[in-house]
Nanobody, 123 residues
Framework: QVQLVESEGGLVQAGGSLRLSCAIS????????MGWFRQTPGKERQFVAG????????DYADSVKGRFSISGDNAGQTVYRKMNSLKPEDTAVYYC????????????????WGRGTQVTVSS
């Protein structure tokens, strides 16, 4: 059973940065594909970024390309998500997700989820 424990989010000013982590237990990061999603009230979870099981490939939503990055540690236990140049429209609950199959961008195809963490960007 995979468990995902997310770090706390926070309140940042527009233009600021924040780093989120997602600690994996039950499997190493190399055994699962990792996704990063966000959700605002009344909307479906939106793909933000992802990293393949090998860690060699990443993918990003157009809205965050060049500002956000996702990476894994060498031990395969933690995935880091760095957010730079934050905008008020980045305000959301951010989720870490994992699946045993290949990397995909569809939230419903992920098997395991973190509890989510609130990120609020003030203007």
């Amino acid at each position: 059973q995979v468990q995902l424990v997310e770090s706390e989010g926070g309140l940042v000013q527009a233009g600021g940065s924040l780093r989120l982590s997602c600690a994996i237990s039950g499997r190493t990061f190399s055994g699962v594909a990792m996704g990063w999603f966000r959700q605002t009230p009344g909307k479906e979870r939106q793909f933000v970024a992802g990293i393949t099981r090998s860690g060699s490939n990443t993918d990003y939503a157009d809205s965050v390309k060049g500002r956000f990055s996702i990476s894994g540690d060498n031990a395969g236990q933690t995935v880091y998500r760095k957010m730079n140049s934050l905008k008020p429209e980045d305000t959301a609950v951010y989720y870490c997700a994992a699946r045993s199959g290949p990397f995909v961008t569809t939230a419903s195809r992920y098997d395991y989820w973190g509890r989510g963490t609130q990120v609020t960007v003030s203007s």
